[in-house]
């Protein structure tokens, strides 16, 4: 009985090993980042930095984050943010990024987070504690080189503790909680300017096992909107995980609420996600950054700029699907499609001993009437 005990105790714990955040995710980018059409993007974008900064897109981003920062410190004028921040920021907490004019963004994956569905709005804190984070994106068109008006931008990240809303997440922060399926916080859908550009008010992401702090992206392109503040069809041309400097995410990570998160964090330099996209030849995954305030709990505003291929079309498949009636949960996908051949081994392996338990309590049953 002892042995059997032990066998079950094995099995669930393998389980968690399977769970798709960690290796799996990053042997799905790698298939990702080495197609065809992500080598030519980049080759691409590579010949657009100066055509940004001649045709003025660079100076303009440049003062519409200062317009940010100053409505947020209400300060009328008071110069320009530059792409280097570090003037702005205490020396524990400075971005060892200064992003090129342009990314070469690599498609990494989409996760098993994401849920479709999610409404247009700005503003997707939700009343969720944690530090405010103003994001500033801006799309270029890698064919043309010029700024991408009416793209549909995607983000969902984690809340301070780790946990995304929208999701039935077994095995790792909500198990059949279903009520999580219905909550909507740090997720949302903008559309660009003519600029290329969108902002949200986020929250900067904690972090789970396995990963490093990341915010997902989507591109939708050609989509409809609906009257319920959604949008559908088109097709998605670009998705992305963007970072953030570890020394920002060790300070912000020893403040209220993030605090509280006692799983291990993994650095950058673990993660099998941010080494893939780090190691393309020419792409930073770090955002810019610097403080809205004084100091770090007054938020942050980061940037960056994202090459978007707008005739590429990826596959997006989602966790949940928030509707009129509430998060639909897919159990299918992501978990499913990420197991390895070890994974399911466990999985044959497990199914086996939960027949022959089944078999023998039955006879036992049988022999004790």
Known sequence: MLSLCLLSLLY????????PGSHDEGAYFRSLASSRSVQDARQKLARCSDHIKRSGVDARAAARRTAILNSYRGIPNAGTVSTS????LPQAAQSSSENPSCL?????T???YWVDGELIRSNVTDGEPGILLTLDGEFIDVDTCE?????LWEIWNCNATGSYSGVQDFGHHHDDDNSNLDKTYLRGIQRTDKDGAAQFTTLFPGHYPGRATHIHVLAHVGATFLPNNTVTGGHVAHIGQLFFDQDLIAAVESTAHYNTNNVRITSNTQDGIFNDVNSATGYDPILSYTRLGHS???GILAW????IDLSASYKAESAATLTDHGGVAHFHGWFIHQLGAREILVWVVGL???FWLTRSFRQFCLRRA
């Open 110 to 112: 989409i996760g098993p």
């Open 352 to 354: 086996g001993l939960v």
């Open 304 to 307: 960056t700029t994202m090459g």
């Open 147 to 151: 700024p991408v008006e009416d793209i």
């Open 104 to 108: 070469l963004t690599p498609e990494s």
């Open 85 to 88: 921040p570090r003037s702005f």
């Open 296 to 298: 770090l709990e007054d």
């Open 12 to 19: 669930l714990s393998t389980l968690g090993v399977t769970h």
